[in-house]
Each structure stands twice: as C-alpha cells, then as structure tokens.
C-alpha cells in the first residue's frame, strides 16, 4: 500500500485501502487556506446544519496573500 492508503485505511479503522475503495475517515484536523476561507465563512450560514464539528481541529491559513495589501488584510 502507499503512504496514503495506508493513511486513510488507519483513520477508516480498515486493515487496507485501494483505490475506488470507499471509507468513511475520521478527520482528526481540517484545514483552509486564505485563498478559498473567505467564500466558505461568508456562505457558512447558508447551510442547512451550520456547525463545526470540532472548532478547536479546524486551522485557517493565510499562505496566497502575505504581506498582504489592505485590500486582502480586511477579509484576513
């Protein structure tokens, strides 16, 4: 197995996984970056269930626009 079906395999609880496999991963941290994390947060509330399952596993990153122009500063 590769690196990464091993990885998904681990966080499925499976002994492996192929690819066209389906698994259901328990996400132990998500990440956005600065790029996309604006749209998200500002469609947010738009969902039906608009919670996040756990705040404190969720990092947003701000990588595309540093140092950033005023302009991207006030969405930062």
């Not at 956005?32 to 738009?46: C, G, R, S, T, Y």
């Not at 996040?52 to 991207?72: G, L, N, Q, R």
């Amino acid at each position: 197995m590769t690196i990464t079906e091993r990885i998904l395999a681990r966080a499925g609880g499976l002994v492996s996984a192929r690819p066209g496999d389906i698994v259901n991963a328990s996400v132990d941290r998500a990440m956005i970056h600065d790029n996309n994390a604006a749209l998200v947060m500002d469609n947010f509330e738009k969902i039906i269930d608009p919670v996040v399952w756990a705040p404190e596993k969720v990092a947003i990153f701000i990588d595309h626009h540093s140092p950033s122009t005023s302009v991207k500063a006030s969405g930062h």
